[in-house]
Structures are given as C-alpha cells and as structure tokens.
C-alpha cells in the first residue's frame, strides 16, 4: 500500500530519528576513541619517565638514587591510576557500543530511501530501528552495573549475617 503521506513520514523518520541518532552515535565513538588514545599517550609517557627515572638513577646522574627511585615509583603509580581511571570509565568498550549501534541503524537507510511511500515498509523500519536502540539502551545499563561492580568491594555486596534469636 503506497501512501504520500507515508513518504513525508519516511523521510522525517529518517532524517530527525535514524539519521540524527547516527549522527550522535558517531560524535560519541570518536569521542570516546580519542579519549582512549590520549589515555594510551599519557599512560606511555608516564612509564617512559619512570623507565627513564630509573636509568639516571642506577647512573646516579644530577639527584641520588633514592630520589630517582620516587620519581619512578609516583611515574608507575600514576600510570596505574590512569590505567584503572580509563578501564572504569570504559573508554574502549563505549566506543565499540557506539560503533555497533550505529552500524545496526546502517541497513535500515535503505527501505526508507527504496520505497519511502510504503506505509508497511515504514513501520517494520521504525518497529527494527525502536528494538535497536532498545537493545543499546539495555547494554548501557549492563556496562553500567559492571562497572559499579568495579567500584564496590565484595564484602559489600555480601548477605548481613543473621541476628541470633533473643531467646538464645
């Protein structure tokens, strides 16, 4: 069944709802790629200063030995920490979840684009596109429990003991 109408609601789908998602979706991965890649940069630096720290310490160049030693081990540490920071923030998992849901809205381009004034095709496109941003919407909440799972150490997560009866 062809419908004029259907055609104005296909393009506006696409353009404000499929198309504008993408458009988020994209902005997010790089985002969230670039925010990786600036993490791997400081994390490399931080260990090459701590590498470096401790070269001019075995060689017990300008400042002692000791002092090389603490400047190597606060190196290390801060690498450690940023490495964490960047696995509790999830920086490389986001960016594939963006990647993955807008490669899934990819495909429904096409049956708004092909037959835009079918009203049948418009509505399996929209039913498939709502499931799809669903299903993203339902993983962020699991990469959200995983890393609140991070955070909280297991003894929380344990069960209160039991109170003993009053009676003994």
């Given at each position: 069944?062809?419908?004029?109408?259907?055609?104005?609601?296909?393009?506006?789908?696409?353009?404000?709802?499929?198309?504008?998602?993408?458009?988020?979706?994209?902005?997010?991965?790089?985002?969230?790629?670039?925010?990786?890649?600036?993490?791997?940069?400081?994390?490399?630096?931080?260990?090459?200063?701590?590498?470096?720290?401790?070269?001019?310490?075995?060689?017990?160049?300008?400042?002692?030995?000791?002092?090389?030693?603490?400047?190597?081990?606060?190196?290390?540490?801060?690498?450690?920490?940023?490495?964490?920071?960047?696995?509790?923030?999830?920086?490389?998992?986001?960016?594939?979840?963006?990647?993955?849901?807008?490669?899934?809205?990819?495909?429904?381009r096409g049956?708004?684009?092909?037959?835009?004034?079918?009203?049948?095709?418009?509505?399996?496109?929209?039913?498939?596109?709502?499931?799809?941003?669903?299903?993203?919407?339902?993983?962020?909440?699991?990469?959200?429990?995983?890393?609140?799972?991070?955070?909280?150490?297991?003894?929380?997560?344990?069960?209160?003991?039991?109170?003993?009866?009053a009676d003994?």
């Amino acid at each position: 069944m062809t419908d004029p109408k259907g055609a104005e609601l296909g393009r506006f789908y696409g353009a404000y709802r499929i198309a504008d998602q993408q458009r988020f979706y994209e902005a997010r991965r790089s985002e969230y790629e670039r925010a990786d890649g600036q993490l791997a940069t400081v994390t490399t630096l931080l260990l090459l200063l701590a590498a470096a720290a401790g070269v001019l310490g075995a060689a017990e160049v300008w400042m002692g030995r000791a002092w090389w030693g603490v400047i190597a081990a606060a190196c290390s540490a801060l690498a450690a920490t940023a490495t964490s920071w960047g696995t509790l923030i999830g920086f490389e998992e986001n960016a594939r979840l963006y990647k993955a849901a807008d490669l899934a809205l990819d495909p429904l381009r096409g049956p708004l684009e092909d037959r835009p004034d079918d009203r049948k095709s418009l509505l399996k496109v929209v039913v498939r596109a709502e499931e799809i941003l669903q299903s993203e919407t339902s993983q962020w909440g699991q990469h959200l429990q995983r890393s609140a799972t991070m955070i909280v150490p297991p003894e929380a997560h344990a069960p209160a003991p039991q109170e003993a009866d009053a009676d003994g």
